[in-house]
């Protein structure tokens, strides 16, 4: 059997996205995944696409950000295309609020509205609250994309192993010469790291620090009538979220506390709390269900570049994995065309 072009080692939305362009790209991919796909932390997340709220938290992020949102509707189309199945993609625009005394310090850099423009952005919200308007907002329905991308990928010839961990990393020198994946010794020409919050742990004994570390953010769905909310909504230390069918998610904590994947009623009750700082009618609506994902956190800016002669690494997007992923997915292309 012919060896494939590429091993890509997990398959979230970075592994999947970069084995389908390169797949498109005329390489042969087999994408081995510890779990499932997605199960690790992409189909947990959110799903926004926000550029100018992560700018206030991270300028360096901002310009991979903006870039990356830029190819999205094109992405989307070819994905939905290639698939047939739809990804929730919604340009919903973002509404970032706080307290009024305090927005400028919570948003430094954005302009302020007040009263009547604010209740027209959003009905319903908290007295007392200053809010912005950012029309460029958007979002995905991240299992849908997770689902799609799947099927793009196999359509696309690509192979997917599940349950199959990498336990073994051969090589010699600078050169990776194969992977040990569950009971399997698979052989490639070239391999992609990405693991994303697993990182350092199969990296450890390539004496290669990328400096990824796991960060726990826990959820909570509720049920909500459709149209709830006009836009994302964001305020400090929480966010509502709305898919299609109604669903509202709540999210996210940030906890560096390893690899634990309890969720915590405390936290729960927390992030219910802020939301109905903002939105008082949140507290009526029922709780469907809670959940905990880990995040690839770094300090500083996501890995994509080659750790050897014939391996990248495309690690360390923290929560922006899925706004990042079609430019990632992009430059992982133009690095394997350079070490083919």
Not at 8 to 20: D, E, F, P, R, T
Not at 144 to 153: E, K, P, S, V
Request: with cysteine; glycine share 10%.
């Amino acid at each position: 059997m012919t060896k494939p072009d590429w091993i890509v080692i997990g398959a979230g939305v970075i592994g999947l996205s970069a084995a389908w362009a390169l797949a498109q790209d005329g390489q042969r991919v087999e994408v081995v995944e510890a779990s499932r796909v997605g199960d690790g932390t992409s189909s947990k997340a959110a799903g926004m696409l926000l550029p100018e709220v992560e700018s206030v938290h991270s300028s360096q992020l901002f310009p991979m950000a903006a870039e990356s949102l830029a190819l999205y509707p094109a992405w989307v189309s070819a994905l939905e295309g290639a698939s047939g199945q739809a990804v929730g993609y919604a340009a919903t625009g973002c509404l970032v609020l706080a307290e009024a005394k305090a927005f400028s310090k919570t948003w430094p850099g954005l302009p302020a509205s007040l009263g009547s423009d604010l209740a027209a952005a959003q009905s319903g919200l908290a007295a007392g609250l200053a809010g912005c308007y950012l029309p460029n907002g958007a979002q995905v329905d991240p299992p849908l994309l997770m689902a799609a991308l799947q099927t793009a990928c196999l359509k696309a010839g690509v192979t997917i192993r599940e349950h199959a961990a990498v336990t073994e990393i051969r090589r010699v020198a600078d050169r990776w010469l194969g992977i040990t994946a569950g009971q399997d010794r698979l052989v490639a020409n070239h391999y992609l790291l990405a693991t994303g919050a697993w990182t350092s742990e199969l990296t450890a004994e390539l004496d290669v620090d990328l400096g990824i570390f796991p960060v726990k953010g826990q959820m909570v769905e509720l049920k909500a009538p459709v149209d709830a909310l006009s836009a994302i909504l964001f305020g400090p230390g929480v966010y509502l979220c709305q898919k299609q069918d109604g669903r509202v998610l709540v999210g996210a904590t940030s906890e560096r506390v390893g690899f634990d994947l309890a969720v915590s009623e405390q936290a729960v009750a927390d992030l219910l709390t802020r939301a109905a700082k903002l939105l008082p009618v949140v507290a009526s609506w029922p709780i469907q269900r809670s959940w905990a994902g880990l995040r690839p956190g770094r300090e500083g800016l996501p890995v994509i570049e080659a750790i050897s002669q014939n391996a990248l690494a495309a690690v360390g997007h923290y929560r922006n994995g899925i706004l990042l992923a079609p430019l990632t997915a992009a430059r992982l292309c133009e690095l394997a065309r350079q070490i083919a």
